[in-house]
Nanobody, 121 residues
Framework: QVQLVESGGGLVQPGGSLRLSCAASGSIFRIYDMGWHRQAPGKQRELVATITRGSSTNYADSVKGRFTISRDNAKNTVYLQMNSLKPEDTAVYYC???????????????WGQGTQVTVSS
């Protein structure tokens, strides 16, 4: 089994910054794509950013230029640096990872439990 644990959420004023982390642990052979999604109250979950094992990135238009996704393959960890935060960024943020477990041939998608980000004055 594999677990993803997010951290770094909280309350921040508009224009402020937060850095989210998501660490994967368990019986991991290799992690492929990793990503961040978010879900605001009453809305569907949406993609925020993704990063490949080789660190190619993709961002939602709403966060381009403000958010940066990165990863540390040695630590099985993905990060989301969020700058110039806006009230509309308020949501529960979830990380996900495409993980091949030790002893298995195929990978599968795992999700974290989510961390709350609230942007308010």
């Amino acid at each position: 089994q594999v677990q993803l644990v997010e951290s770094g959420g909280g309350l921040v004023q508009p224009g402020g910054s937060l850095r989210l982390s998501c660490a994967a642990s368990g019986s991991i052979f290799r992690i492929y794509d990793m990503g961040w999604h978010r879900q605001a109250p009453g809305k569907q979950r949406e993609l925020v950013a993704t990063i490949t094992r080789g660190s190619s990135t993709n961002y939602a238009d709403s966060v381009k230029g403000r958010f940066t996704i990165s990863r540390d393959n040695a630590k099985n960890t993905v990060y989301l640096q969020m700058n110039s935060l806006k009230p509309e960024d308020t949501a529960v943020y979830y990380c996900n990872a495409d993980v091949r477990e030790a002893g298995r041939l195929l990978s599968r998608d795992y999700w974290g439990q989510g961390t709350q980000v609230t942007v308010s004055s």
